[in-house]
């Protein structure tokens, strides 16, 4: 256990520095950092305006989380900042508790997520269920998407009502207000993203198109609403940082905020590590990532800024640019600090329809929309809880519908297992060909025994990825798998792949009927080719034989 802690707890930044670090990395990573900025400018100054501050607060989220998050997290690509799914919740904070009730939240934030991270809560993410997260993040989508009308057609509106609902009928009352001339900005600016994403994936979408559009409102004289217009006073370079108030009955306010924050920064941060560990083949520390979040959290609250947690697109771009250490996302941060020391002028040149268009953007890449399509393909249970969690999201609140959609996710759970516990006398199958000594050259057997649920999905894809180099045929024996859910089946489907690009073949062994069921609606069927289907282990013996011997 003594060497486990230091290293549990150690950033990646110094795992990175003993490793060695050159000239070529420091290239490769400063690359990757400026890729990485030119994204973030014109997101980070949407998603301040979108929570109800002003671009600035973004831009010094950015730069001072992003920098913090980098330097101090538990992964090595990571790129921290303000997000999307923070829109929702930081835009109610400011409308109640004001903009400093919002800095103490964030501050108070910070310190819970370093004490998660300390008390090892990392790991705990697993447990988050896949359509819990899936329903919010949709809902959130929504929300955003829903914010951005008004400045995307130019609608004449003194104020848009914070509800859903109230939202969409004071939309309809005003259509008629419509100006073409903001309208035609933002869908031409929205139509550059779109076709630069499918043409030109490589080229900064976000920011060719505010560029575009702040060229054309200019040369124009276009009678439009831009960044300048309505925040004259955008100030250059970071504040002073500050503590703010403290005060018993502030912080009693404030304080269910402060969870919520950190509990979307802790799942959206190890969320990100786990995509980037599955593009990189590096493995995060999910406890010191909690730790460099909070620090993080900690510090942009000190200098006035927003909530910050890793942003998946960012990560994203910034290893296909060819960053694989901490320091391309401390060069990010530093080259946003640039452009906010020398280019807040040019800033506010860009119109708001344009950032419209990029939060729209932003907004479809939140929507799960893929995994909205396979609902059909989720059991009952998980579809529920995945409708009422998306639901609760958009119509009443986000801390309501992550309560209500994880309760009812483990009440689920605990009723699914009663059910297994009530079916367990059954004829006990005699397997003389079970030990491990008789199996053929570049086979292995993996057992699963109990219900394949949320909290186990992801153990299936670690155990292999601990054996190295995978074997030439895999045999999932699944005999004792009663229960199969949706992230359960996920879990089986990255191991699948994992293994394909290994190039070993999956045999499945005695699959019994609720998991054969939910294997075929999501494409791993018997008929899918992905995988071979065994009725009994010595079935799949002689299946793994064949197939050793027909690979040599």
């Given at each position: 256990m003594r060497d486990v802690?230091?290293?549990?707890?150690?950033?990646?930044?110094?795992?990175?520095?003993?490793?060695?670090y050159d000239m070529a990395r420091l290239r490769a990573d400063a690359l990757a950092g400026l890729t990485v900025a030119i994204v973030a400018l014109p997101l980070?100054?949407?998603?301040?305006?979108?929570?109800?501050?002003?671009?600035?607060?973004g831009l010094v989220t950015?730069?001072?989380?992003?920098?913090?998050?980098?330097?101090?997290g538990g992964s090595r690509t990571q790129i921290g900042g303000p997000t999307g799914a923070f829109v929702v919740v930081v835009f109610n904070i400011i409308a109640q508790h004001g903009y400093d009730g919002l800095v103490l939240?964030?501050?108070?934030?910070?310190?819970?997520?370093?004490?998660a991270g300390y008390a090892r809560l990392g790991s705990l993410i697993k447990f988050i269920p896949h359509p819990?997260?899936?329903?919010?993040?949709?809902?959130?989508?929504?929300?955003?998407?829903?914010?951005?009308?008004?400045?995307?057609?130019?609608?004449r509106m003194a104020e848009v009502p914070a509800d859903f609902l109230p939202k969409l009928a004071a939309y309809a009352e005003a259509i008629g207000t419509i100006d073409i001339a903001t309208l035609g900005v933002g869908a031409g600016a929205l139509a550059i993203i779109i076709v630069l994403r499918r043409t030109a994936p490589k080229v900064p979408g976000f920011l060719v198109a505010v560029v575009v559009a702040a060229l054309a409102v200019s040369l124009l004289g276009l009678p439009v609403d831009t960044v300048g217009s309505r925040f004259p006073d955008i100030p250059s370079g970071l504040p002073v940082p500050h503590i703010p108030a403290l005060g018993l009955e502030k912080v009693t306010?404030?304080?269910?905020?402060?969870?919520?924050?950190?509990?979307?920064?802790?799942?959206?941060?190890?969320?990100s590590a786990v995509v980037a560990d599955g593009m990189t083949g590096y493995r995060h520390r999910s406890n010191q990532e909690l730790v460099g979040q909070?620090?993080?959290?900690?510090?942009?609250?000190?200098?006035?800024?927003?909530?910050?947690?890793g942003a998946i697109a960012r990560t994203a771009t910034n290893i296909r640019a060819g960053g694989r250490t901490p320091v391309s996302g401390m060069f990010h941060a530093l080259f946003l600090l640039l452009f906010m020391a020398f280019g807040t002028k040019?800033?506010?040149y860009i119109p708001m329809a344009a950032l419209a268009a990029i939060l729209f953007m932003v907004a479809w890449g939140m929507s799960e929309y893929e995994r909205l399509l396979r609902i059909r393909a989720m059991p009952m249970g998980d579809r529920v809880v995945l409708l009422l969690t998306f639901a609760l999201t958009v119509l009443v609140d986000l801390t309501v519908a992550i309560g209500v959609g994880v309760t009812l996710a483990s009440l689920m759970f605990m009723e699914r297992m009663s059910r297994t516990v009530a079916v367990t006398v059954r004829e006990v199958e005699t397997e003389d060909a079970g030990q491990r000594d008789d199996l053929p050259p570049g086979v292995e057997v993996f057992r699963i025994t109990g219900p394949f649920f949320f909290g186990v999905a992801s153990d299936l894809v670690e155990t292999l990825r601990r054996m190295g180099q995978p074997p030439r045929v895999i045999i999932l024996r699944m005999r004792e798998v009663p229960l199969l859910d949706a992230s359960g089946v996920e879990g089986i489907k990255d191991f699948v792949s994992m293994a394909h690009r290994h190039g070993a073949e999956v045999i499945f062994s005695n699959v019994q009927p609720q998991p054969a069921q939910v294997l075929r609606r999501n494409g791993l069927g018997p008929r899918s080719g992905k995988v071979r289907f065994a009725p009994d282990y010595a079935a799949a013996l002689e299946m793994a034989s064949a197939e050793r011997a027909e690979s040599t």
């Open positions: 802690l230091p290293i549990q707890f150690t950033p990646k930044l110094m795992t990175v520095l003993r490793e060695g980070a100054m949407a998603l301040g305006i979108a929570s109800g501050a002003s671009p600035d607060k950015a730069v001072v989380a992003g920098f913090l998050i980098s330097a101090l939240a964030t501050l108070m934030a910070g310190a819970i997520l370093l004490v819990v997260v899936t329903g919010f993040t949709a809902g959130i989508a929504v929300i955003i998407a829903t914010t951005q009308v008004k400045d995307f057609l130019g609608l306010a404030v304080l269910p905020a402060a969870f919520t924050i950190a509990f979307l920064a802790g799942i959206e941060a190890l969320l909070g620090v993080a959290n900690l510090a942009s609250a000190l200098f006035g800024g927003l909530p910050a947690t040019l800033m506010g």
